[in-house]
């Protein structure tokens, strides 16, 4: 099972994963949800927040996961517009991030958070750097 949401006005897209879920059918409809929703939000950058937090995996359906979340299109870890960070705690979700890193998986910036809190505030420190690298000073002092 999955839900995506945008986080309210904000440029991030929660992408939440529990079980049960299966890679092999849920995937493109997980993908697809998140580029719908992507397109109706403005700016260069949207950020998907993926919460695995509660999610637990075979290592079967994990590695299938990947390979579509990095051969995938719109929605995915590929999408030149969407930057990704992942929630969760298990060694499965910890070794999926790691190899998400390397080439074969096509060297994504993946960055895992244990809390929901704790990857929010990283985006939202990242959404302000990009602001103020973009308009030479803050937003939130302008």
């Given at each position: 099972m999955y839900s995506v949401k945008q986080l309210g006005t904000e440029p991030i897209i929660l992408l939440?994963?529990?079980?049960?879920?299966?890679?092999?059918?849920?995937f493109g409809p997980m993908?697809?949800?998140?580029?719908?929703?992507a397109k109706?939000?403005?700016?260069?950058?949207v950020w998907r927040l993926v919460d695995s937090s509660a999610l637990d995996l075979t290592f079967d359906d994990l590695t299938n996961a990947m390979y579509m979340d990095t051969?995938?299109?719109?929605?995915?870890?590929?999408?030149?517009?969407?930057?990704?960070?992942?929630?969760?705690?298990?060694?499965?979700?910890?070794?999926a991030v790691d190899s998400?890193?390397?080439?074969?998986?096509?060297?994504?910036?993946?960055k895992l958070f244990s809390s929901i809190e704790d990857?929010?505030?990283y985006i939202q420190q990242e959404i302000l750097a990009a602001?103020?690298?973009?308009?030479?000073?803050s937003k939130?002092?302008?």
């Open positions: 939440t994963v529990t079980n049960p879920f299966n890679p092999l059918e849920e993908l697809k949800a998140v580029s719908e929703l109706n939000i403005p700016g260069p950058v051969r995938s299109g719109d929605g995915s870890a590929r999408d030149p517009r969407l930057k990704s960070v992942w929630v969760g705690s298990s060694e499965l979700i910890r070794l998400l890193k390397k080439p074969i998986y096509g060297n994504v910036d993946a990857a929010r505030a602001s103020t690298t973009t308009t030479g000073r939130a002092t302008s």
